[in-house]
């Protein structure tokens, strides 16, 4: 069984992070959505409520699974039988930062290899710090997130 994990902070996770999931899941036999937890970053959401939204978020995708982890990714991939990591690039700033983080997960084990999609047109714009400072900003952006997002923004 191939599996992947895709991990991000997804704080919170967004229509560009779902479509990136949906095309994993056609060349993975599972993917889990990893949660990474950074405490050097400040976020929006706790762990907890990333963690939900994204479970409501995928309850169609069969093959989807969703946890939370501290550590390093590569670590948590090899203890979950996944030999993939999965991550996505939106513009040049993007691969200069996953090139970065392709290198040290290779440090640390090269027996996991990193796979990346690229942003659908219509999705490189956005991110979750897009979608917080439009939110904030009275924009609507019920087309740029999943409904368990808005629910609780
Ligand atoms: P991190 O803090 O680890 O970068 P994010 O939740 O911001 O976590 O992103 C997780 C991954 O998803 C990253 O590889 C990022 O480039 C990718 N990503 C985020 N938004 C999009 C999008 N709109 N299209 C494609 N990939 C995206």
Redesign the pocket.
């Known amino acids: 069984m191939k599996i992947a994990i895709y991990?991000?902070?997804?704080?919170p996770i967004?229509n560009?992070?779902l479509?990136?999931l949906q095309r994993a899941t056609k060349i993975f036999d599972k993917v889990i959505v990893l949660v990474?937890i950074n405490s050097s970053k400040n976020h929006r959401f706790t762990v907890e409520e990333r963690v939900q939204m994204i479970k409501e978020a995928t309850a169609d995708i069969p093959n989807v699974e969703v946890d939370s982890s501290e550590g390093l990714t590569v670590k948590y991939a090899k203890e979950h039988g996944a030999g993939t990591l999965i991550?996505?690039?939106?513009a040049v700033s993007?691969f200069e930062y996953?090139f970065r983080l392709a290198s040290a997960n290779e440090f640390a084990d090269a027996s996991i290899d990193m796979v990346f999609?690229m942003?659908?047109g219509d999705?490189?714009f956005?991110?979750?710090s897009a979608i917080i400072e439009l939110y904030n900003n009275g924009v609507d952006i019920s087309a740029l997130v999943p409904e368990s997002v808005i629910k609780r923004l």
């Not at 991990?7 to 704080?11: L, N, T, V």
Request: proline letters at 4%.
């Open positions: 991990p991000g902070s997804f704080d967004t560009g992070h479509d990136i990474a991550r996505g690039l939106r993007d996953e999609f942003a659908r999705k490189t956005i991110s979750s």
